[in-house]
């Protein structure tokens, strides 16, 4: 049994870093192991332009820890206002990696979101010629869809027919959590990639719901049936490329988790490596595990793998997580999967 791996430094596809306090006492988090992530635009104001990318990308490495080498990827917050010769500079300048679409009142601060897509049609129209991927929140907003069937049915009704309508656009499914968005990615070509959190390979809705409300696994798109994570599970450790890791770490002070109208998100920066060497060793897949966390991600934006490494080596004894991370702005608990895991980053 393999009791040591090693693989080139991971990057994380999808990460929140909010900003001020919060982005100062979670930042180090993520710096620990990963070399480069995509950030999310959903801020308060969001990221709308060039020019608000250059200055958040500007406070994210204000607030690096010394020593720190990482590199944040920014996006723009798709809005029905968004200029699309703004979205072209921001590329060409290689300062924006990528555009968020969030469906409005998705998820959290997603009020700016997109309410109608033919009104957001040029700047996808723009992207598709350049090149730059656009990446989805994958759930429909309509009341009258169930929140557990809420990313099959935008997979359907929006998803499907934007890329029958612009099949040349690059797309990014973020966050899958059903098997059927990881059947629509495996099966769509070039153009399409998925990204899978590491709370979605561990826990499904009867870890929120059983035994009363968990409100630190409870995030957005919301864990679903076993089946389904047996089935993201099967697609992470596959070795296919159009699958790649975006944690979806979502960091909320405890005050607004623990809350009668609670925050979606489930914090992982600070654990997500051993949690997923744990995952993939489980399913016989370490060997797979360089592919999804360290290469299919930079393949698919273009970019060369992380010449650093980083080594995991599996201890007798488990590794004590710390139950918080203390910020000025609030504790924020970290993922628990409820488990003893003995895989530890060493170097």
Request: glycine share 8%; charged share 20%; proline share 8%.
């Amino acid at each position: 049994m393999m009791q040591e791996i090693t693989l080139r430094r991971p990057d994380d596809w999808h990460l929140h870093l909010r900003d001020g306090a919060m982005l100062k006492g979670v930042l180090p988090e993520t710096t620990r192991h990963f070399a480069r992530a995509i950030v999310m635009p959903n801020l308060v104001p969001p990221v709308v332009t060039a020019k608000d990318a250059s200055a958040y990308r500007d406070r994210i490495l204000a607030a690096l820890p010394a020593g720190a080498v990482f590199e944040p990827l920014m996006t723009l917050y798709l809005t029905e206002g968004t200029d699309p010769a703004d979205v072209a500079a921001a590329a060409a300048g290689g300062l924006v990696k990528a555009v968020k679409l969030y469906p409005a009142g998705a998820t959290t601060n997603s009020h700016s979101g997109v309410r109608n897509l033919d009104a957001v049609m040029p700047v996808l129209e723009k992207m598709a010629g350049i090149g730059l991927p656009l990446l989805t929140h994958g759930e429909v907003t309509t009341p009258e869809v169930d929140i557990f069937d809420r990313e099959a049915v935008f997979i359907d009704t929006v998803l499907d027919p934007l890329r029958r309508r612009l099949p040349e656009l690059r797309v990014v499914m973020e966050h899958i959590t059903t098997a059927e968005g990881a059947a629509y990615a495996a099966e769509g070509g070039p153009n399409l990639a998925a990204t899978i959190t590491t709370h979605h390979l561990i826990i499904n809705r009867n870890h929120i719901l059983v035994g009363g409300i968990k409100p630190h696994y409870y995030c957005l798109p919301v864990a679903k049936r076993e089946h389904h994570r047996q089935a993201l599970r099967k697609a992470a450790t596959s070795g296919a490329p159009c699958y790649f890791l975006g944690t979806d770490s979502a960091p909320h002070v405890d005050a607004l988790k623990e809350h009668a109208c609670g925050c979606a998100g489930c914090f992982t920066a600070t654990n997500t490596m051993p949690l997923l060497a744990h995952v993939f060793e489980e399913e016989g897949a370490l060997d797979r595990l360089e592919g999804f966390a360290s290469l299919h991600g930079p393949a698919f934006y273009g970019l060369p793998p992380n010449e650093a490494r980083i080594r995991l080596v599996k201890h007798e004894a488990p590794q004590v997580f710390p139950a918080k991370i203390l910020t000025e702005a609030g504790p924020v608990t970290v993922f628990d999967p409820g488990f003893p895991v003995h895989w530890h980053v060493e170097s």
